[in-house]
């Protein structure tokens, strides 16, 4: 193909895909490659399928739900925040809501709307599109991007976005190809770990506990050294170990951990909130309103009565027993595996379950107004490539399509 591009994008996800857009539509010629058969993959599985788009946080807000280095994408929120997200779908054809005020989905809550919706406006905009295309090397010349190699071909331009996305979801064709393209650049990764997934525990009781989703749980890491580290939500125990929102946002803290110290302690609270005095008071007034009450009763009072069972006989009880005839000892394990029920993080299944990457490209290296390499020029990054990630509720895909609409701005 014989076609002089401007720009050329490496990887058709959600970042790579609107990089595509905006540069097409400042009147660029852009050839768009994907090493996959189809567009989106990744993108058609998001939340489910239902496509969590964004959400409704302010920028300041969002920014610090990515931790300290959350800063580092305000010039990208400040060009293309929710409400800009919002907008831009509305343009294109895609109806957005907010059923919980907070998630932003489409009213289809379908990612193929999106997915369709994209490939339009692309269509529209001319853009190439070219899939089963895996770049296997960054063409330069005097310190500045020229094009691309990929096993079939060669395709030249000044300007070249790398969003080819983590490691995650290797099966949707997650192979860290844009590290190893950054590397012979002279670009660093951090030390990459899979994060939102599920994790294992040592304790095999959990598996008992598997029909109920605990709500509004505390998790925190029981080691001195991190004991800082905590995330708040629901969890639902598995035939292995934990698993939910609250897992999903957490795993991130816990997967180098995991790496560094072979198996992580937690403490989970599963009562609301609820402390030592409160669960005493609860469970004492429960067995005055019912005196044939069994400890594994009350227990269920605040609890499903699967896991109910399990921490009377972690703690020692026998479930049937009635609340004054449990030893004291007994009852005083009790209420503190109510309060902080401890587990043992033992491990996770790798990357092919983790739906994004902690880690990537060192953000010190590009330039944040532009998303620029600070090493060479016409080179750029986007979305999960680089090294930042958050929680669930849509802050992934929102950083990834305001980072794609910053970097297709080509400001060379």
């Given amino acids: ?125 001319g853009i190439d599109v070219l899939c089963s295309q895996k770049v296997e090397k960054l063409l330069s010349q005097n310190n500045h991007v020229s094009g691309v190699q990929t096993s079939t071909e060669s395709f030249s331009a000044p300007n070249v976005i790398i969003a080819t996305g983590g490691l995650g979801y290797p099966a949707l064709g997650a192979e860290g190809d844009g590290y190893s393209l950054a590397h012979e650049l002279g670009h660093k990764t951090t030390q990459l770990h899979p994060a939102m997934m599920p994790l294992r525990t040592k304790e095999t009781w959990v598996q008992n506990c598997r029909a109920d989703t605990i709500p509004k749980v505390e998790i925190r890491v029981d080691m001195k050294k991190h004991k800082k580290l905590k995330a708040y939500g629901d969890l639902i125990f598995t035939k292995n170990g934990i698993r939910g929102p609250v897992v999903l946002d957490f795993a991130r803290e816990i997967t180098p951990l995991i790496d560094k110290y072979g198996e992580v302690p937690v403490i989970l609270n599963l009562t609301k909130g609820m402390n030592e005095e409160q669960i005493t008071k609860h469970l004492k007034d429960e067995a005055l309103k019912n005196q044939d009450a069994s400890i594994h009763e009350l227990v269920s009072t605040l609890l499903p009565s699967p896991l109910a069972l399990e921490l009377c006989l972690q703690s020692d009880i026998d479930p049937d027993a009635k609340l004054k005839a449990v030893p004291g000892k007994a009852r005083a394990k009790l209420i503190n595996y109510l309060a902080w029920t401890p587990l043992t993080v033992a491990g996770h299944d790798g990357f092919k379950m983790a739906m994004i990457t902690r880690g990537g490209i060192v953000l010190k290296e590009i330039d944040p107004k532009t998303m620029q390499s600070k090493i060479i020029k016409g080179l750029y990054f986007c979305g999960e490539v680089m090294d930042l990630d958050g929680p669930c509720g849509g802050y992934n895909l929102q950083w990834s399509f305001a980072s794609g609409y910053l970097a297709g701005e080509l400001k060379n």
């Fill in 1 to 125: 193909m014989s076609k002089n591009y401007d720009l050329i994008v490496v990887g058709a996800g959600a970042a790579g895909m609107i990089a595509a857009i905006k540069a097409a539509r400042d009147a660029k010629n852009v050839l768009l490659l994907e090493k996959l058969s189809q567009i989106g993959a990744k993108l058609r599985a998001t939340g489910g399928g239902r496509c969590n788009l964004t959400n409704t946080l302010s920028n300041e807000e969002f920014m610090a739900k990515f931790g300290r280095d959350g800063r580092f994408m305000q010039d990208a929120l400040n060009g293309f925040d929710y409400k800009d997200l919002i907008r831009f779908f509305d343009e294109i054809g895609v109806e957005t809501h907010a059923p919980d005020g907070f998630r932003v989905f489409p009213t289809s809550h379908s990612s193929a709307t999106i997915i369709s919706a994209l490939t339009l406006e692309m269509q529209k905009l």
